[in-house]
C-alpha cells in the first residue's frame, strides 16, 4: 500500500494467489488531472470563455500572453509537411496541372490522379510512356486544389525521393495555410472573438517557427499546429483570417512563439514546464484561466491501474516499492522519482509518463486505493478484518458483493478503516471512488461442520449453514480413501447415516456450491468407542 507525507508514497510487496486462509493484499494506482495538453500560452476553451463574456480578441490575447503586442507582418511562404516515409502516393487535380523538377523544364500533365512511387516516374507522353523525374518534384494546379491521397490543399506540393521512400511537402502563402489550421484547431460555431484570437496566436506561431534552411517548417498535428487543409475551411473561420490579416504577436521587436492548447485546467504553465532548461519567457508564465471550467477536459480521471500495470506502460519491469511526484513551480508535474522492487531508482520526465499513461496533461495526481483482509478463507460465523485504504484519492466507499449480486455499500473510507465482517457466503470487498473500482478480494465461507458416531451403525452431524453442494462421507481403508455413504440434510443442515462403524478414519466432505466452499471434517472411530455403545 502507499505511505507517507509530501509526495511520497510506498508500496508493499503486491501477491497474485494465496494460499487459502491466508491473508491477501490489493492496491491500484488512481491518476486524476487537469486539462488537455501542455497548458501553455492561450486556452483555447478559456478564450472561448472570454469571448462570451464580451472580450475582443485583442484582450483575450493581451491576457494569455502578458506585455506581448500586436504586429503586422507581410506573407511568407509555409511548408507543411503532409506524409514521410512512404511507398506509394497519389497526386490529382481535376483541372491540368504542372510538374516541375530539377530539369527546369515544366511538364503537363492531363486533369486526373496519378500514383507515384520511390522513382518519381509519371506518364508524361502518350501511349503509356513514362519518364522519370529527378529525387524532387513540384506539383502546381493553377485552377484547382490539389489533392494528395484524396485530401485537397491549396498551394503546391512537393514530392521528394530518399532512400526508396517518399516525403510530400505542402508549400502554400501564410494565411492560405491558416485557413486550414483554424477551422482544424476550434470549432468554427465559436464566437468570432476566440477564432479571431486563434487565427493570430496560430498566425505567430507559424511565423515563429520557419525554417527557411529545412525541407520543411511546419507538421501538420499537435507536434506544430493542426492542419487539414481546404477540409478545415469555412465561411466563419476563413472570415477570423481575413479580419487579423497579417496581424501576429511580438515581444521585444521579434514575433512571439504564441503556444496554445485546448485546456489548461485552470491555469496556464510555464514554458519551462515544457523545457526545463530554457530561461524564462515573461509572456508564456502562467496566468488564471477561470473560464476554462467551460471545458470537457478541465477535470479527468479518476484512472486506475494496477502497480504492475503503471510499471508495465513505463517500460519497467518488476514492482514499484515507491514514487514521488516533483512538482514544477506552476503545479504541474515535472518528473516521477520511483524506487523499484528490483533495486535502484529511476527519474521518468512528467511528458513521458503522460504519453505512456494516455494522460491528457501533466497536471496529475496520484492516489492509491488499497484493501487487505487478514484470511481469505473463514469458517461460517466467525469474522474477517477488512483494513481499507484511501491515500490522495478524496473519499472511497468500501463495497461487498455476494456470489453475481449487485455491489452494496458497506461505509466511507477516508484515510483508512478497519472493518470486521461476518459474511455468511463467499463475498468480494472492493473500495470505490469517482467511478472508478479499486482492487477486489474475495473471502471464501466454508460451512461449519460437527460429525460424531451416534451409535454403532449411525453417523450424524450438522452442516452450517445448509449447503447445496454434494455431501459423502469416507472411510480410509488399505488402498485409500473409499466412499461409504451421502448423507441426507434436513432443513435445518442435520442429518443421521446408517453406517455400520469401524475402527479407523472417516471424513465428510461437503462439496462447494459458489455460495459456500468446500469444506471437511475428519473423525477416528476407535474401538473403546464402538464398544460403549453396547
Avoid at 517518399?166 to 489550421?181: E, H, M
Avoid at 455491489?407 to 478497519?418: C, E, F, P, Q, Y
Wanted: with cysteine.
Amino acid at each position: 500500500m502507499l505511505r507517507g507525507k509530501g509526495g511520497i508514497f510506498l508500496l508493499c510487496t503486491l501477491g497474485a494467489a494465496v494460499a487459502a486462509g491466508s491473508a491477501r493484499a490489493a492496491s491500484v494506482l488512481v491518476v486524476s488531472g487537469r486539462g488537455w495538453g501542455h497548458g501553455v500560452g492561450m486556452s483555447q476553451w478559456g478564450a472561448y470563455g472570454y469571448a462570451l463574456h464580451g472580450w475582443d480578441y485583442r484582450r483575450i490575447l493581451a491576457h494569455y500572453y502578458p506585455g506581448t503586442r500586436l504586429g503586422r507582418v507581410g506573407e511568407p511562404r509555409v511548408r507543411v509537411l503532409l506524409a514521410e516515409g512512404a511507398d506509394v502516393v497519389t497526386v490529382g487535380c481535376a483541372t491540368q496541372m504542372v510538374v516541375d523538377d530539377a530539369s527546369g523544364m515544366g511538364r503537363r500533365l492531363r486533369a486526373g490522379t496519378y500514383g507515384i512511387g520511390p522513382k518519381l516516374v509519371l506518364p508524361l507522353r502518350r501511349h503509356g510512356h513514362g519518364r522519370s523525374l529527378a529525387p524532387v518534384a513540384v506539383f502546381q494546379c493553377p485552377r484547382s486544389p490539389l489533392t494528395l491521397d484524396g485530401r485537397a490543399y491549396h498551394g503546391d506540393l512537393v514530392v521528394r525521393s530518399s532512400g526508396g521512400k517518399l516525403s510530400v511537402v505542402n508549400s502554400l502563402p501564410l494565411d492560405t495555410y491558416l485557413r486550414g489550421v483554424v477551422g482544424a484547431e476550434m470549432p468554427s460555431r465559436w464566437s468570432e472573438a476566440a477564432l479571431e484570437a486563434q487565427a493570430v496566436a496560430a498566425r505567430s506561431y507559424a511565423v515563429a517557427t520557419l525554417h527557411p534552411g529545412a525541407p520543411f517548417d511546419e507538421y501538420p498535428d499537435q507536434r506544430s499546429q493542426m492542419y487539414l487543409g481546404i477540409a478545415a475551411e469555412g465561411p466563419r473561420t476563413d472570415r477570423a483570417v481575413m479580419a487579423t490579416l497579417g496581424q501576429v504577436l511580438t515581444w521585444n521587436g521579434a514575433v512571439a512563439t504564441a503556444y496554445y492548447s485546448a485546456s489548461s485546467g485552470g491555469r496556464t504553465a510555464d514554458i519551462r514546464d515544457l523545457w526545463p532548461s530554457l530561461p524564462p519567457v515573461p509572456y508564456l508564465r502562467p496566468v488564471p484561466d477561470p473560464y476554462d471550467t467551460m471545458s470537457p477536459h478541465h477535470e479527468w480521471g479518476p484512472i486506475a491501474l494496477t502497480p504492475q500495470r503503471f510499471a508495465s506502460r513505463l517500460g519497467l519491469g518488476g514492482g514499484i516499492e515507491a514514487l514521488h511526484l516533483e512538482k514544477s513551480p506552476s503545479g504541474r508535474v515535472a518528473a516521477v522519482d520511483l524506487s523499484l522492487a528490483s533495486g535502484g531508482s529511476v527519474r521518468i520526465a512528467a511528458k513521458r509518463v503522460a504519453r505512456a499513461l494516455r494522460l491528457r496533461s501533466t497536471w496529475f495526481s496520484i492516489g492509491e486505493l488499497s484493501l487487505d483482509v487478514d484470511r481469505g478463507r473463514v469458517l461460517f460465523g466467525r469474522g474477517v478484518r477488512v483494513v481499507a485504504r484511501a491515500s490522495g484519492t478524496g473519499p472511497a466507499v468500501l463495497q461487498q458483493r455476494v456470489g453475481a449480486g449487485a455491489w452494496r455499500d458497506l461505509r466511507a473510507v477516508r484515510h483508512g478503516a478497519t472493518v470486521v465482517v461476518r459474511p455468511r457466503a463467499t463475498t468480494q470487498y472492493r473500495l470505490s471512488v469517482a467511478g472508478v473500482s479499486g482492487p477486489e478480494l474475495a473471502v471464501a465461507v466454508a460451512p461449519r461442520l460437527r460429525v460424531r458416531p451416534l451409535g454403532a451403525a449411525l453417523l450424524g452431524g450438522t452442516i452450517l449453514p445448509r449447503p447445496s453442494g454434494a455431501v459423502t462421507v469416507w472411510r480410509f481403508e488399505p488402498g485409500g480413501w473409499r466412499l461409504v455413504a451421502r448423507p441426507r440434510l434436513d432443513a435445518s443442515g442435520a442429518f443421521r447415516t446408517p453406517l455400520r462403524l469401524r475402527p479407523g478414519g472417516y471424513r465428510v466432505v461437503v462439496a462447494g456450491d459458489g455460495r459456500l466452499a468446500a469444506a471437511e471434517a475428519r473423525v477416528r472411530v476407535t474401538k473403546r468407542l464402538l464398544a460403549s455403545f453396547h
